[in-house]
């Protein structure tokens, strides 16, 4: 139990925070019901990483590649371009593999690595579920103006931190 | 005392009630007095943001320059209400890079006191000029915003979470800018965000006249 709570607090970080609240709300946008096959790309990419990872493949700093994906989607977000289903899909199942391989188990037992891979991918998904949900609710027009502001908010943030990283 | 016996025999949750307050008095002080565990792994995160959203609260000729974008934006209306909040923290990103690359922009500190008169000015005529011309002066001003902040942002871990902070806090700004702007529906309270807008121009004065 102990290691799935640390696998739930080594998801909330401000990285990763971003990055799924990110791909949540480019998910959500304009959306009229859920966006079952974005989730679906998402579980999937989770799981890929998941499975990389209990592979014995080491994790990687892949944090400038979540921020990447965050500033993007921000992007997106404020200008409230219309993109595709598969483009979401992809960015979404990309944004989830590299999260899985930002966050890997630390503990050496392996039921406590399994639990606390387990506690990483339940968060990762509780909160990207949610964030879908409240996006896609937002639809009254100051509510889409409210979701294009935060992407504006994300985008910033991200390429700020990324232009830190690339030059210190 | 026979009531309260009584009250914990018959009633268990009141005794643990009782037993929690307890607890809690006795805790109190403690956590008063104890040193904040600053190793832990969460504190960093949670103290980076709140750095950040403290951040440009400290600058009274960044505050006020940013509740004057607001401020103009309301009077403005649609759609420059929300397209000046979306711009402003993009560009600002931008200044952001170039102060963290360290590319030099002279006058930095002149640029922001400039925003707050400029800006101010515009909001106390309430100038109506046409959407482009407001976008380009918010944006070359949030260059100036940005870079500032840039060349101030913290290394490490605790960046993710101080950008954040920053980026929220600036658009908050904008934001009760807005609401404020608001007001200006009524002829009252086009008067008072008029006013708001000239106190906001003679503080940029004194910032750049340094005499504050």
Redesign the interface.
């Known amino acids: 139990m102990s290691a799935f709570v640390d696998g739930l607090?080594q998801f909330?970080?401000?990285?990763h925070l971003?990055a799924v609240v990110a791909i949540g709300l480019l998910a959500g946008q304009g959306a009229l019901r859920f966006p079952i096959t974005v989730f679906g790309a998402y579980t999937f990419g989770l799981s890929v990483g998941s499975i990389m990872i209990a592979a014995a493949l080491r994790g990687q700093n892949t944090?400038p590649m979540l921020?990447g994906i965050a500033a993007l989607s921000g992007?997106v977000i404020?200008a409230a371009w219309p993109i595709p289903y598969r483009a979401k899909e992809i960015a979404a199942s990309a944004l989830a593999g590299i999260l899985a391989f930002n966050a890997p188990p630390q503990a050496i037992a392996i039921p406590s690595a399994v639990a606390e891979q387990v506690g990483v991918s339940v968060a990762a998904l509780a909160t990207f579920a949610t964030i879908v949900f409240v996006a896609m609710r937002a639809a009254r027009p100051w509510q889409r103006?409210g979701v294009?502001?935060i992407?504006?908010?994300i985008?910033?943030?991200a390429?700020?931190?990324l232009?830190?990283?690339l030059?210190? | 005392m026979i009531v309260k016996s009584t009250l914990v025999r018959h009633h268990p949750g009141v005794m643990t009630m009782l037993l929690t307050r307890v607890a809690v008095a006795a805790m109190l002080p403690t956590m008063l007095l104890a040193a904040p565990a600053l190793a832990h792994t969460g504190a960093g995160g949670a103290g980076g943001f709140v750095s950040g959203f403290t951040h440009p609260l400290f600058g009274p000729d960044h505050v006020v320059a940013m509740v004057a974008v607001g401020l103009w934006g309301a009077l403005l209306g649609q759609p420059a209400i929300w397209l000046l909040p979306v711009v402003f923290p993009l560009v600002m990103a931008f200044g952001g890079v170039l102060g963290i690359v360290g590319v030099p922009i002279p006058s930095v500190e002149t640029g922001i006191a400039t925003s707050a008169i400029v800006l101010g000015i515009m909001v106390a005529l309430a100038a109506r000029v046409p959407l482009w011309t407001a976008v380009l002066l918010v944006g070359a001003f949030a260059i100036f915003h940005g870079y500032a902040h840039g060349r101030e942002l913290p290394d490490g871990a605790d960046a993710v979470a101080f950008a954040t902070g920053f980026v929220i806090a600036t658009g908050t700004l904008h934001l009760s800018g807005i609401a404020f702007g608001l007001l200006a529906r009524w002829p009252a309270g086009r008067l008072a965000v008029r006013a708001a807008g000239a106190a906001i121009a003679l503080i940029g004065a004194l910032y750049l006249g340094g005499l504050v």
């Open positions: 607090a909330f970080v401000p990285t971003l944090a921020l992007i404020a103006i294009r502001i992407g504006s908010w985008a910033a943030s390429i700020l931190v232009a830190l990283w030059t210190r």
